[in-house]
């Protein structure tokens, strides 16, 4: 993923969270970034009652985020990474992409049929990189919508989705910021799940 290479600089903030929040076991972590998620996907949602409940996601969807880089912080640092851990931080990341996700498709400003599309190219794109991990190559991180990426591009356009509310009408359908977003998921999702479908498929 492309924020890969700022993995360093993202450390010196985490690293001294991860030490103060060391005394709560990373699965619980997990679980609270679920939650945060489904509130995210939630106020998204009924949004429609007033443009400012994006601000309620916009600050679930930080702490989602912070948590779900915590969690595997915590576990090393704690020394007690294991498989479940990583089993239950990856089912748990699905979810929080089909709440999240969910909630901008039936949002006033999301459309359910590209939500559709999008929810297609993130788990497609996650599927593939696990699948490689199991069938024996490394896990696949590489390309330019991964999960580090989703959720900046979803903090950012909830600020721009909560202060342009103007949209296009593409044959008598409203595409807002939202629907933009929701495009580019899936466009970037299927493209990078079918690249790396080829990297796997050379490497075998």
Request: a positive charge; charged letters at 15%; aromatic letters at 14%.
């Amino acid at each position: 993923m492309v924020l890969d290479s700022y993995r360093g600089q993202a450390d010196k903030i985490l690293i001294p969270i991860s030490k103060k929040m060391a005394k709560f076991n990373p699965n619980a972590i997990s679980v609270m970034s679920l939650i945060f998620a489904g509130l995210t996907g939630l106020f998204y949602y009924i949004s429609f009652y007033s443009k400012y409940l994006l601000l309620l996601s916009l600050i679930f969807i930080i702490l989602s985020a912070l948590f779900d880089a915590l969690d595997g912080k915590i576990a090393r640092m704690k020394n007690i990474s294991s498989k479940r851990g990583d089993l239950i931080d990856h089912v748990f990341d699905r979810y929080s992409d089909i709440f999240i996700i969910a909630g901008m498709m039936f949002s006033l400003f999301g459309n359910v049929y590209l939500g559709i599309f999008a929810i297609l190219g993130i788990l497609l794109t996650s599927y593939m990189g696990t699948q490689s991990q199991a069938l024996g190559l490394k896990r696949n991180y590489s390309g330019i919508a991964g999960r580090a990426d989703r959720l900046v591009f979803i903090i950012v356009f909830i600020i721009i989705q909560l202060f342009i509310t103007a949209h296009l009408s593409i044959y008598g359908i409203k595409i807002y910021a939202t629907g933009v977003l929701l495009i580019w998921f899936g466009l970037a999702g299927n493209i990078n799940a079918i690249t790396r479908f080829f990297d796997m498929y050379k490497n075998l």
